[in-house]
Each structure stands twice: as structure tokens, then as C-alpha cells.
T-cell receptor, first 109, second 113 residues
Framework: GQSLEQPSEVTAVEGAIVQINCTYQ??????LSWYQQHDGGAPTFLSY????GLEETGRFSSFLSRSDSYGYLLLQELQMKDSASYFC??????????FGSGTRLQVQP | DAGITQSPRHKVTETGTPVTLRCHQT?????MYWYRQDPGHGLRLIHY???????DKGEVSDGYSVSRSKTEDFLLTLESATSSQTSVYFC????????????FGQGTRLTVV
């Protein structure tokens, strides 16, 4: 089976940088994804890493180390609208994503 | 936005009654999923489908069944609803390729009383 661990809550101020870590255990691994979910909304895709290294998409970056079973999401120039829950997810074949419990990010002015 | 709709969006039902939730997509994606979301548990996979009439169980499949008779529809049935099945249910779809981006429906809030 699979398991993912990520911090339950993170607080940061506007304009700052925050890193949300994710460690995983899985019997098979295709890649690590990140999703954002605002309260009352649906999860939306942010990024996907299949290979080691950093992927950058605007203010968001995601990193993967397959050898360490570890990844992180980096959010720069934080804005109030970034307050949301962030989930890491692994794909272990047959394209069924397994999600972590989520990290609630609160951005303060 | 990906063409994925869930119905109903809200439902209150009584313990012991059967309930069916519907997920409809217009993207012709092969893969469809049902997740439930509860506080502190993130999104947990109930069942998924990798093609018409091809389905498999997820980690929390007990008490649920699914059917997919055509590409665009994936139905989730609670055979005999219990209070522990009170949750928000999300349907998701994904296509082929290395990028496993999944698109989620807006969710169904189900309350079992």
C-alpha cells in the first residue's frame, strides 16, 4: 500500500516563501503531484514531477527526490489568495492517485 | 474547465436507504475515480474505473459499488447508507500520458441521518 506524510498546517505572511514537504512510501511509483483546494471548492492540479529535480510554474515550484521518497511544493511571493489546503499525491500504476491528508496554509497580512 | 459534473450537489438521506451519485464527463477521458473527503483524512479513493465496465476497488470501498456502462458516466452507489458515509464525495477524471493531471467535479455533500 501507499502512505504519504505532510504537515497538517503551515502559517506564513504575505510576500514570504513557504515550503510544504511530502514524504511517501509506495510499492510502485510513477510520479508525485500537487493539488490546491480552497475551502468549499474542488481540488485543482498544480504540478507533477516524474523525475528528480525542480519544476517551476510561475510562483509555484515542485521538487522530487525519488531516492529519498521525498518532494516539496515551494510557494513564493505569497498572496492572501494562496490560503488553501495543499495535497501531495502519488501515482502507483493504473493511474489511481493516492493523496496525503493535506496541509492547510494560512497566509497572514 | 474540464467538462465534469456531479449530481446531486447536495443530498440528505436516511440510514439504510440506497443512494446513487452520478458523475458525468464530456472529455472522453478513460479514467474516472470516486473519492471521499473527510476532515483529517484528505481524499480517500473509493473506486475507480479504467474503461467501460472495468472498475477496481480503492482503499475505502466497503459499502460502496460502482458502475460504468459508458465512457461518460460513472455511478457510485451506497447500498445501504450509514452515518459513517456522511462525507463530501468527489469524482475525478484523467486521460492518457505521463502527466497524471486529474480534474475534479465540484463535489457532492451527502448527509446520512
Amino acid at each position: 500500500g501507499q502512505s504519504l506524510e505532510q504537515p497538517s498546517e503551515v502559517t506564513a505572511v504575505e510576500g514570504a516563501i513557504v515550503q510544504i514537504n511530502c514524504t511517501y512510501q509506495t510499492s510502485g511509483f510513477y510520479g508525485l503531484s500537487w493539488y490546491q483546494q480552497h475551502d468549499g471548492g474542488a481540488p485543482t492540479f498544480l504540478s507533477y514531477n516524474a523525475l528528480d529535480g525542480l519544476e517551476e510554474t510561475g510562483r509555484f515550484s515542485s521538487f522530487l527526490s525519488r531516492s529519498d521518497s521525498y518532494g516539496y511544493l515551494l510557494l513564493q511571493e505569497l498572496q492572501m489568495k494562496d490560503s488553501a489546503s495543499y495535497f501531495c499525491a502519488v501515482n502507483e500504476g493504473r493511474r489511481a492517485l493516492t493523496f496525503g491528508s493535506g496541509t492547510r496554509l494560512q497566509v497572514q497580512p | 474547465d474540464a467538462g465534469i459534473t456531479q449530481s446531486p450537489r447536495h443530498k440528505v438521506t436516511e440510514t439504510g436507504t440506497p443512494v446513487t451519485l452520478r458523475c458525468h464527463q464530456t472529455e472522453n477521458h478513460r479514467y474516472m475515480y470516486w473519492y471521499r473527503q473527510d476532515p483529517g483524512h484528505g481524499l480517500r479513493l473509493i473506486h475507480y474505473s479504467y474503461g467501460v465496465k472495468d472498475t477496481d476497488k480503492g482503499e475505502v470501498s466497503d459499502g460502496y459499488s460502482v458502475s460504468r456502462s459508458k465512457t461518460e458516466d460513472f455511478l457510485l452507489t451506497l447500498e445501504s447508507a450509514t452515518s459513517s458515509q456522511t462525507s463530501v464525495y468527489f469524482c475525478a477524471i484523467s486521460g492518457q500520458g505521463q502527466n497524471t493531471e486529474a480534474f475534479f467535479g465540484q463535489g457532492t455533500r451527502l448527509t446520512v441521518v
